[in-house]
């Protein structure tokens, strides 16, 4: 005998860019809708009618996402919910659970509106020690630096083969998990203070840089770190690119202004490069 | 000064289902393609024309995967290698990383070749004893039982609304991380012995079952259990869907019969349901 | 024929509590150590004579962190990596890593020096709306708030029975991954506001409490949400403890007046509470 | 007002040896006490005299396992319960729950009684090629590799200094999970078979090896792959210590023959070394 029974889709990750006059806000969130009620026939005969399949209710958030505000949780939650919850549909209970990873602003080296973001508490300060009888070699960094663009960055004018089909844009999200490992000058330095201005410096050029390709946001970053900070002879920069793809909402009959974006993980652009002085 | 530098793809998930007369064989790797070479212009100027995009060369992993065998994992790193470092290209090395992940065959109640697998490891046995004064309950099971279907599968007939944009499929990948529970009669039994054969149970009616959803099989596995196994009066099911999505390969003018898929963590689908004696 | 080779230790964890006047300061490191050298006895012949224990270095570690200040993971490091490369050694390369994991000052209700702690960024806001035909219930929350006491914790005066070998302590670190989440009233509220303030009634009252055990505090920061915020009706607060051991520092001849811990992961005590209005 | 309420141990790693005539085997449980009653004191008034420490309930599972068959995951869940669960205590429900992870035994060379095991499933096949303009590198292997010895292994005769406090055995577990990648010579062979023949000289050594220490035991391996298969020039190794840890008894009036241990994340040792042809 079928007791309880639910199902739905979960992990549903979406990010909304909602921008304003004063610079952009980003809304992080995972979402999961499950449906509970009389889905007896779905079980027992293999008798789909009385499903909706959890993909639709994956472009319901994306969709929805486009005309709700945004503006909390709960009221987005509700919304969901109260559209899963149909008059004369089967469901008996429609739950719908969110999750929002927080982003902060930064601001950029011109102090106007922020199109930059900062994940906060991500981050870990490092430093890798070695030391031989000649002498000692110190690399310090930051592992885990999660930043993310939502204007100044496009990718166009690249090259082409036969298995190339993406589109090239004036206007998408960079964000990236970044590592940096700066080689010191060997001598004795307030270290903490140092590397809190390195990351100011890394900072400040990611958020205000015109990026035309994560190289070129890679590359202007480290050379602000070896022009600014005399002691830093060598820096490595690592960034492992977060995908935002922006969601197609034309079968839906709505238009996608550079607004909702769907976060994936896998696969992932890998980019590094070393700069040192000459 | 800008010395090393790389770029490229991580983590391009591709599962390729092999189909012989004998039964089918899957491969399920992960890939990662690395560029090295002359790539300063897109660092220093923001000149992309060299830059083959990740995405790219995420696409030619999926293309070349349904025209090579992909008899081994070395094999294929090496067509991917020879492809990627083109004559006339900036790059000088590529580099060709690729981590396959095992899946054992199921054999089916009719012993016949096999369409089902498990992914030998990932599964944990579980018990969760509770006591009261007034007596115990013991309900056992398997955790992330991993288990896939490479045939007899589908999914049509269900409902629709405006933001459905799901095909209708006869033959699909149905894969999950499935968890059971089952609550035991009150009474001392070979609790290894027991679990073992609803475990056998479990693992014959997935791979024999002619699949019309993830509810209709999970539906028939919770059944036979109840209908083998006296001791049991209970059974909680809990399957997490793992989407392993057909690669569009039209643009690529190459057909796709059910051959290359990418396989997702993020949604996913997750279907529950108690099923208990009358 | 052996080539390179290297042993040593990772993941150590060590947490130092800097004592000041002013306030405390935490130092949440995690430290890996490696050789280089001749080590070719060892491998070859199974000749352990100039292997120094891993589990040495392990012990160096907690003792050095004791009597080095800790003001950087830069100096601390170059410490252990010239502890290591002693003048007569096998090893002819010392390498030490760290990773810092930072923690802020809370203020708690007295505006006085602070000895709690939060981990910024570890957690998710998060709302679990439900819907029925008859209604909605809405549970808001926040999970994985980390956070940490370094004083006004003990925990004596517990039952004993034959396999109790825990001592009494009035002084020890309270930390938790807390999972927080409270029932609203069923209208229309600001709701990213209530949550905030929600938020502030658990971390003034987490840093406030003079906590006698997990349970004490627990329950004073449900009754402070109760009291406070007329639109929760219920809370459910479940605390999942990570250890922090104090290390013993006397085989190497130091004391450890509540300084130098060791952040433990399993097993971890895990403390839930329901509170709701009368 | 307070509600339910909850408080236990989890993440409690216990591995257990039973030691046969016929070979070893391995029980490698997590456990979680979770007890629900009358708890109230504790949490309103922070009076512990009703509370049983959670590092008490920590040292009863190791305690009972030493006299408990753990033939079964029920029925030593089963013989928790009861323990917990006392006639005149606080408690009104003690809920133990354990999960298992499976190791199957190895042979060794001489095909006797098996102490050596293999977490299956857990290891993962791979390749890197690299390819340049003059010709092309493969190097192929194994990760996470997870292997356990319960006998033949010891760690006496090593180098001391004031902060070692570890104590010589001749009897120990040894367990890694270890990362094998190997350089073949350029040409064509047949990948997967060669790959299966490398994998099996490694399990072969590692259970038949009598192992002096981690290190000695990594090199045999290494030096039995160099041996055996002609078409490999080069190894690398590492091995990721899992370490066991023996558990004190004493305190409980019992001994520990080498058969109750605490598995740890860590901190871990941490081994490479490369072997090539000379």
Known sequence: ??????????????VKVIRR???HRIRDLTVSIALEGDFEAAHV???NSAVLPTDTMKNTVYALARTHPVDSIESFALELSAHFLKEDGPASVARVGISERPWEPLVGGSG??????????????????ARTRAGVSIESGIEDLTILKSA???FTGYARDRYTTLKETEDRILATAMEALWLYEPREIPWDLAARAVRSTLLETFAGHASASVQHTLH??????????????RIRLTMRNKHHLLVDLFPFGLENPNEIFVATEEPYGRIEATLKRE
């Open 1 to 14: 005998m079928l007791a309880e029974n639910s199902y739905g889709k979960s992990g549903i990750r979406l």
């Open 21 to 23: 006059e004063d610079g």
């Open 45 to 47: 005969a293999g008798d």
């Open 112 to 129: 106007g509106p922020s199109h930059a973001f900062l994940r906060p508490g991500a981050e870990r300060r490092v430093t890798r020690v």
């Open 152 to 154: 100044g960055s496009g």
């Open 220 to 233: 202007a970053m480290g050379q602000a770190v070896l022009d600014r900070h005399a002691e830093v002879s």
